[in-house]
């Protein structure tokens, strides 16, 4: 018996859209390539013409354009599900996960380069280095030197909603790199390293603050925030970039920690 949840259901689904799709769209994918094994240090463009369904999604276009018609095209991917947060990349002008962009969006041309900020090793690929490095310099872990209590560290739901929204995080990098003062200056940590300190600082379990906070009240720290909100913009996970910072600068601020 069909429980209303079942595969029947799933397929039927599938059939609408297919049915209401309208058939296939050609979609022309301009990409920025770059190979300094081959080409030297100048990027240069691609168009890879190819006929998709229109629910596939963007990364999906990009297999179809490295698996038959280009092999030598580099891109990082891993989950296709918004997860992992490998395949951020500039989708017509924007940062974006490729797994997220459904074709019809951006059909039938798009335009697809590699993040901006960081040193770009290969086609789409970037040397994630420097964003991670401001992600470890946060102390991006639990904290909490009071010694192993008896059961579990207990936290009520108030407590925990104060940082729910940052717990979301995948680093995608896409805030980082979507930040004109990143750009600028890759010593900054970027939004990314501050939403994972905030989801530490504000944790209840935590005794690390006030180290995170002293961090983050350096040079290169949360006052370079311009409040430009691409961040918040560019975040897959719908995460609020921008208030994080804020929280954070008001804690730097006015708590005295
Ligand atoms: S805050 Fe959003 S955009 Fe920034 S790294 Fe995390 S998931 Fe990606
Ligand atoms: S491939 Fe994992 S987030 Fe897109």
Request: with cysteine; proline share 5%.
């Amino acid at each position: 018996m069909d429980d209303g949840n079942g595969l029947g259901d799933v397929l039927e689904a599938s059939d609408r859209r297919a049915a209401g799709a309208g058939g296939r769209v050609t979609l022309t994918l301009r990409i920025r390539r770059y190979n300094p094994e081959t080409r030297g240090q100048e990027s240069w463009w691609d168009e890879f013409t190819i006929e998709s369904e229109p629910d596939d999604r963007l990364l999906d276009a990009l297999h179809h354009v490295k698996w038959y018609l280009d092999g030598t095209l580099a891109l990082r991917r891993s989950c296709a599900h918004g997860i992992c947060g490998s395949d951020a990349m500039m989708i017509n002008g924007r940062n974006a996960l490729a797994c997220k962009v459904i074709v019809r969006d951006v059909a039938p041309r798009v335009t697809v380069e590699p993040i901006r900020g960081l040193p770009v090793l290969k086609d789409l690929i970037v040397d994630m280095e420097p964003f991670f490095a401001g992600y470890r310099s946060v102390l991006p872990y639990l904290i909490n030197d009071s010694g192993e209590p008896e059961k579990e560290r207990l936290q009520s739901p108030e407590e925990r909603h104060r940082y729910d929204d940052t717990t979301k995080c995948i680093l995608c990098a896409a805030c980082t790199t979507s930040c004109p003062i990143f750009w600028g200056d890759e010593e900054y940590v970027g939004p990314a390293a501050i939403v994972n300190a905030h989801r530490f600082v504000y944790d209840s379990r935590d005794e690390g603050g006030r180290r995170r906070l002293e961090i983050l009240a350096e040079k290169n720290g949360v006052f370079r925030c311009r409040t430009t909100f691409n961040c918040t913009d560019a975040c897959p996970r719908g995460i609020e970039v921008t208030k994080a910072i804020q929280d954070v600068k008001r804690s730097i601020l006015f708590d005295r920690f």
